[in-house]
């Protein structure tokens, strides 16, 4: 069990790669969903998860997919299980549940962009394959960013004993959904630029993401994508409180 566990760890932690956190609540989603014009309905949700799933290419830069407890047991529309699907690129499908069920054990601790920040060194053991990095109180493009200046600043360093990459939920998917819920016909579109803001994240967990200005493929503006929760203090400059995370 631990020879197997230690594998699936290494897996989700592979250079390069990180997750899709798709597991929004029914009623998270849904605020979102209603935001961009769609109602919240299960078949809605179903063919927004596909969406992502079924993405040609998406296993080259994701590892793993957190899925909540409904998309779990849901399939394409022409009846493949989404995790068979997602299986076939290489990618793990995994859910929140408790630890003892012999699965592998994701600690989530919260850490607000304010505030004074732990040196992950001190308290991190080296034995942990990997560190993924949310993306909550971030545009799409300051995820990115963020996550290259941690990966650089770990590389100056040296000795990072971990993979230091994502776990990003709407630095994936909002301008996808923004393009998706105009036409639900454009799936390839969409699925395209899923493709692509995965590919700007993978380079950025190695610190080889040079895209200049206009260069991220997100279509939103700063204005829409900006949170206040999550300690945010409404400050523009990238690289900043995340980044000392990584020192």
């Not at 994701?106 to 992950?120: F, K, M, S, Y």
């Not at 080296?126 to 590389?155: C, K, W």
């Not at 503006?221 to 995340?242: I, Y």
Request: proline share 4%; with cysteine.
């Amino acid at each position: 069990m631990a020879a197997e566990l230690a594998s699936v760890a290494a897996k989700l932690a592979a250079p390069g790669k990180g997750l899709l956190a798709s597991d929004e609540s029914t009623g998270t989603i849904g605020k979102r969903l209603e935001k961009a014009g769609l109602p919240n309905t299960e078949e809605i949700r179903r063919a927004y998860r596909e969406l992502y799933y079924t993405t040609p290419g998406f296993g080259q830069y994701i590892s793993g997919v957190i899925m909540y407890k409904e998309t779990l047991g849901q399939s394409t529309a022409d009846g493949r299980r989404f995790v068979d699907v997602l299986a076939e690129q290489g990618i793990l499908a995994g859910i929140k549940v408790d630890e003892e069920c012999g699965l592998v054990p994701v600690v989530e601790p919260e850490i607000l962009i304010d505030g004074d920040h732990t040196q992950v060194r001190g308290v991190v053991p080296p034995a942990i394959p990997g560190i993924m990095f949310l993306s909550g109180g971030q545009t799409e493009e300051e995820a990115t960013r963020n996550l290259n200046a941690i990966n650089l600043e770990a590389q100056a360093a040296g000795r990072c004993p971990w993979a230091l990459s994502f776990s990003f939920g709407r630095a994936l998917q909002a301008s996808v959904l923004k393009l998706w819920s105009a036409d639900q016909s454009r799936v390839a579109e969409a699925q395209a630029l899923a493709l692509e803001l995965a590919r700007v994240n993978s380079e950025a967990s190695l610190g080889r993401y040079s895209g200049g200005e206009g260069a991220h493929p997100s279509t939103l503006s700063v204005a829409t994508l900006r949170e206040t929760f999550r300690g945010w203090n409404g400050g523009d400059a990238p690289g900043g409180a995340e980044a000392e995370a990584a020192q």
